[in-house]
T-cell receptor
């Protein structure tokens, strides 16, 4: 079975540019999570969706960040305008309804560098 | 207050030896789940093992086992017979009210280095 697929794997862009990160969850998973990982702050939850509906976006750092899930098989995380402090690894994860021993399955991440 | 605390930023272990990675957690919820993930240098996050708060026995998965001490709120990961490929970051995570729909909260991680 295909895992969570993220694109691009690496993104280098100049500050002020719009950045769009993409995620395809595992088929049948109805929860999708976006995380950001930095050395200073570790893994932070940005936002998560249930059945394509955003449930909690309290982790989104600023209005420059937005996320959408137009259908069950696709989500985007957009940063506009981007800043150097947004440089991080961004992970998408998906799961069935988070109960019992259901882990979240992670994509390989997008390593974002804002110059 | 931190929900998940991993007090060991880095650990070294000799190949073929066992190693314990510490994790303590903080919750007042009687229902919760604890997870360990491995992140090798290539960057992906790999699920290793799970322990539920109501599980009577410690979880085991191959060379991984969880030393679950509920009263002390600790869920230490034990890796037996360490291999060079075990060198990675290890993250402890918790989901409160695991019958609900809360996401995982992660600790800061422990970097394990296995020495030949």
């Amino acid at each position: 079975d295909a895992g969570v697929i993220q694109s691009p794997r690496h993104e280098v862009t100049e500050m002020g540019q719009e950045v769009t990160l993409r995620c395809k969850p595992i088929s049948g998973h109805d929860y999708l999570f976006w995380y950001r990982q930095t050395m200073m702050r570790g893994l932070e939850l940005l936002i998560y969706f249930n059945n394509n509906v955003p449930i909690d976006d309290s982790g989104m750092p600023e209005d420059r960040f937005s996320a959408k899930m137009p259908n069950a098989s696709f989500s985007t995380l957009k940063i506009q305008p981007s800043e150097p402090r947004d440089s991080a690894v961004y992970f998408c994860a998906s799961s069935h309804r988070p109960r019992d021993n259901q882990p979240q399955h992670f994509g390989d991440g997008t390593r974002l560098s804002i110059l | 207050a931190q929900k998940i605390t991993q007090t060991q930023p880095g650990m070294f272990v000799q190949e073929k030896e066992a190693v314990t990675l510490d994790c303590t957690y903080d919750t007042s919820d009687p229902s919760y789940g604890l997870f360990w993930y491995k992140q090798p240098s290539s960057g992906e996050m790999i699920f290793l093992i799970y322990q539920g708060s109501y599980d009577q026995q410690n979880a085991t998965e191959g060379r991984y086992s969880l030393n679950f001490q509920k009263a002390r709120k600790s869920a230490n990961l034990v890796i037996s017979a360490s291999q060079l490929g075990d060198s990675a970051m290890y993250f402890c995570a918790m989901r409160e009210d695991y019958s609900g729909n809360t996401p995982l909260v992660f600790g800061k991680g422990t970097r394990l280095s296995v020495i030949a």
